[in-house]
């Protein structure tokens, strides 16, 4: 059986006896599913990599999203961390940078 999940808004403060409910309540979520564990050090990866190059560049970051054909917001965002982007936007954007993979032994 599937239970249809239903969003509560207030419209008023929660009471203490509220509150220690809540935390109880996130305290046994939180136990039963673990927040994922930080990421390690991710400094050699290929979207660092891409993020160096952005930011080395000398076009702004507005030419750089134009030449790719990708959205100002979607290039920013993956620069400040926000979000991840898909293999072929980094393809796009490295293809706007002159930029090539080397293989290394």
């Known amino acids: ?3 249809k999940l239903e969003r509560v808004f207030r419209d008023r403060r929660l009471t203490p006896d509220e509150i220690a409910q809540d935390q109880e309540v996130r305290r046994k979520v939180e136990a039963e599913f673990p927040p994922e564990p ?54 796009k954007l490295a293809e706007a940078l002159g930029l090539s993979l080397a293989k290394t032994s």
Not at 43 to 64: C, F, H, Q, V
Request: charged share 30%; glycine share 6%.
């Open 1 to 3: 059986m599937t239970r």
């Open 38 to 91: 930080r990421k390690a050090d991710l400094s050699g990866r290929l979207s660092a990599a891409l993020r160096e190059a952005l930011r080395a560049s000398n076009k702004t970051t507005d030419e750089i999203a134009h030449d790719a054909g990708v959205a100002p917001v979607v290039l920013s965002q993956f620069l400040t961390g926000e979000r991840d982007i898909r293999m072929a936007t980094a393809d």
